[in-house]
Each structure stands twice: as C-alpha cells, then as structure tokens.
C-alpha cells in the first residue's frame, strides 16, 4: 500500500487491478519482512549489548556459577536503575533518558548501515532517530537483558514476542517518550 501511495503522490500510474492481483503476495512479504525485522534487530542488539553494558565476569570469578551470578547482577543493576537508558552524568551529575552508548551503537547499525532494510533513505530519519523507533531498541535492549537478568548467559535466541511485549511495557513506565 505504501508503495502504491507514493507512487500516487509522485503522479505514476499505478496499473488498474495491481493491488487486488497482488494482495496476498504483498500481505505474505510484509508478513515475511515484519518476522526478520524483529530478528534483525535482536542480532544487531545482542552483538552490542556484552561490551556497551560491560556484560562480562570479573576476572575474580572462579567457577561458571560465579560467572554466571555476576552477569545476572550487571543485568539486574542495569533494569532496576534503568541506567541501561541513560548516557554518561554531566557536569551536574545529571544523566540523559535514552542516551547511553548502546542505544546509539545499536540504532546507528541497524537504522543507518547500507543493508536492504535500511531506513537513512527516508526523511524521519535523516536528522535523528524517531521516537518509536529508539523505542523498538530500547524495548529489544530491554529484553535482552531480561533474559541476562534470568540465565546469565547470552540465551537470545528464546526471546520471544512475550518477553518483548513486557519489555515495551517496562520501558515504556520508565521513560517520558511521548509514544
């Protein structure tokens, strides 16, 4: 449908019957597109999270169940302050909402990198990143280390759509975005 609007706003012809002909060929992309979004995203989230959020071990812990506590604490910490949010303090000691580091890592690769879905071409993005969609990230970031908090380890490949829907919801209660 998109495509057909803008091809009526450019003033194109747009073949009678194109939309009816194709419609379950169009709901099946979009259907297809809208799956690997979110899994894109996850990848490029879960490649960020360890080093921005510093999610390793000390190197003071001995055995696995060691290494595994610690990270659940680093989790833990970061989802009870939200600091997973928030930039580095200012001369005040006042940090920014939704400017930490990964946020921007994460929005930076998978927004404007050169792949197929990149977004850079249209004009909500070109001169910052609309709320809702720093809001997708902050949620997948969310729920990422959701999952840090309850195994320890990097388990992203269970992150369902529930646990994203309970993200969205914890992000969304510690956060002013207007959404």
């Given at each position: 449908?998109?495509?057909?609007?803008?091809?009526?706003?450019?003033?194109?012809?747009v073949?009678?019957?194109?939309?009816?002909?194709?419609?379950?060929?169009m709901?099946?992309?979009?259907?297809?597109?809208?799956?690997?979004?979110?899994?894109?995203?996850?990848?490029?989230?879960?490649?960020?999270?360890?080093?921005?959020?510093?999610?390793?071990?000390?190197?003071?812990?001995?055995?696995?169940?060691?290494?595994?506590?610690?990270?659940?604490?680093?989790?833990?910490?970061?989802?009870?302050?939200?600091r997973?949010?928030r930039?580095e303090?200012?001369?005040?000691?006042r940090?920014?909402?939704?400017?930490?580091?990964?946020?921007k890592?994460?929005?930076?690769a998978?927004?404007?990198s050169?792949?197929?879905?990149?977004l850079?071409?249209?004009?909500?993005?070109?001169?910052?990143?609309?709320?809702?969609?720093l809001a997708?990230v902050?949620t997948?970031?969310?729920?990422?280390?959701?999952?840090?908090?309850?195994?320890?380890?990097?388990?992203s490949?269970?992150?369902?759509?529930?646990?994203?829907?309970?993200?969205?919801?914890?992000?969304?209660?510690?956060?002013?975005?207007?959404?």
């Amino acid at each position: 449908m998109e495509v057909i609007a803008h091809f009526e706003a450019q003033g194109w012809e747009v073949e009678a019957g194109y939309y009816p002909t194709h419609k379950l060929d169009m709901c099946r992309l979009l259907f297809n597109d809208i799956l690997t979004f979110r899994s894109d995203l996850k990848k490029v989230a879960i490649k960020s999270l360890r080093a921005d959020y510093d999610l390793y071990p000390p190197t003071t812990a001995k055995t696995v169940e060691q290494r595994i506590a610690a990270v659940k604490k680093k989790a833990d910490d970061l989802l009870n302050t939200a600091r997973y949010l928030r930039g580095e303090p200012d001369s005040q000691g006042r940090a920014s909402n939704f400017a930490h580091r990964a946020l921007k890592n994460i929005c930076l690769a998978f927004y404007y990198s050169n792949s197929s879905k990149c977004l850079r071409q249209f004009t909500e993005f070109q001169e910052y990143v609309p709320y809702r969609a720093l809001a997708l990230v902050a949620t997948m970031v969310h729920a990422l280390l959701s999952s840090f908090r309850k195994h320890g380890i990097d388990n992203s490949a269970q992150v369902n759509s529930q646990d994203i829907d309970e993200a969205y919801t914890a992000v969304g209660r510690e956060s002013s975005l207007p959404w």
